[in-house]
């Protein structure tokens, strides 16, 4: 069983940067691919960002690519999700997730708001 805590998360205006971070347990974390994942009000929950396993390769959803920033420290079991020129439709709370090597994201947090006024 992994545990996965994040942290990070707040109220910033419209251009300001946040670091999310999320520290899982256990020994296993540098077999695990990691996701960044958010839900806003009244809408599905989105894949934001993920990070392989091994060689770190990344992948961005569209609304995100070029501002946010997804990478991992394998030895302080800790993966991150650098946010830069926040949008207020940014708003939303972010989980990040883990997958064993399933095709599947089996491991939740529990979630941080990150909430951008205009």
């Known amino acids: 069983q992994v545990q996965l805590v994040e942290s990070g998360g707040g109220l910033v205006q419209a251009g300001d940067s946040l670091r999310l971070s999320c520290t899982a347990s256990g020994r296993t974390f540098s077999s695990y691919s990691m996701g960044w994942f958010r839900q806003a009000p009244g809408k599905e929950r989105e894949l934001v960002a993920t990070?392989?396993?091994?060689?770190?390769?990344?992948w961005y959803t569209d609304s995100v690519r070029g501002r946010f920033t997804i990478s991992r420290d394998n030895a302080k079991n800790t993966v991150y999700l650098q946010m830069n020129s926040l949008k207020p439709e940014d708003t939303a709370v972010y989980y990040c997730?883990?997958?064993?090597?399933?095709?599947?994201?089996?491991?939740w947090g529990q979630g941080t708001q990150v909430t951008v006024s205009s």
């Open positions: 990070i392989s396993r091994i060689a770190g390769v990344t």
């Open positions: 997730a883990a997958d064993p090597n399933t095709g599947n994201w089996e491991y």
